[in-house]
């Protein structure tokens, strides 16, 4: 028995693909109208979180930390961009003992580092380097046991001008670009933060090949 085939005219076959086309371009226009587009959406283009208040930008908000129960530094960048200067208060929101925080000055259109190793206390006021320019304002907040692990979030809390915002801090170990952000020795002790291996362990597969090899 002969096998009978139906074919489309030309013309019907180009115009089902032409509808096809348009369907699905409407589709995707469709799609980008009601999903805004992932550039628009803020984001932090790094390891911390951020947020934004009173006309100060927080930002890379993070603590570094050998471990649970360790000492651990807060590490961020306040970012003034209004006319008017500001006192940024930074809380790390831990249940032992009294919560830590600092007040740092951030005058208009400066910024400052917290977390930055040559810094003892928040400064009061903008320095020169020596040369006429503005030396880097930089701050200091130590946690004295961070009760999070290492991939964790610690709640902070930031106050400005009576306004509060509160940012999920993730906590990083002190390695590659965090591995100078280590925790001062509280007067009368020396620092007994334990050391870090950087390096990710193989897997057994891994090591297990590598072992042949050798």
């Not at 947020?51 to 129960?69: M, Q």
């Not at 009294?98 to 007040?103: D, F, L, R, T």
């Not at 040369?131 to 991939?151: S, T």
């Not at 020396?190 to 050391?195: G, M, S």
């Amino acid at each position: 028995m002969d096998t009978v085939k139906l074919c489309l005219p030309r013309p019907a076959r180009t115009s089902a693909a032409a509808f096809l086309t348009a369907v699905s371009v409407l589709g995707v226009a469709g799609c980008s109208v009601f999903s805004p587009a992932t550039v628009l959406k803020p984001y932090s283009p790094s390891d911390g979180t951020g947020a934004s208040i009173g006309g100060v930008d927080v930002r890379n908000v993070l603590v570094v930390s050998s471990g649970v129960d360790q000492p651990g530094v807060v590490s961020l960048v306040l970012v003034n961009s209004s006319a008017d200067d500001a006192s940024v208060a930074v809380s790390a929101d831990v249940d032992a003992g009294e919560a830590p925080s600092q007040s740092f000055f951030v005058p208009a259109g400066r910024s400052v580092h917290v977390g930055d190793a040559s810094a003892v206390a928040a400064p009061e006021e903008a320095t020169t380097d020596g040369e006429g320019a503005a030396a880097p304002l930089v701050g200091w907040l130590q946690i004295p046991q961070v009760p999070a692990l290492p991939g964790e979030t610690i709640p902070m809390t930031f106050r400005v001008s009576g306004d509060s915002t509160e940012v999920a801090a993730p906590v990083v170990l002190p390695c590659y670009e965090y591995s100078t952000i280590t925790p001062t020795a509280a007067p009368g002790a020396t620092a007994t933060a334990p050391a870090v291996d950087c390096e990710p362990a193989l897997g057994e597969d891994e090591g297990g090949e590598a072992d042949e090899e050798g």
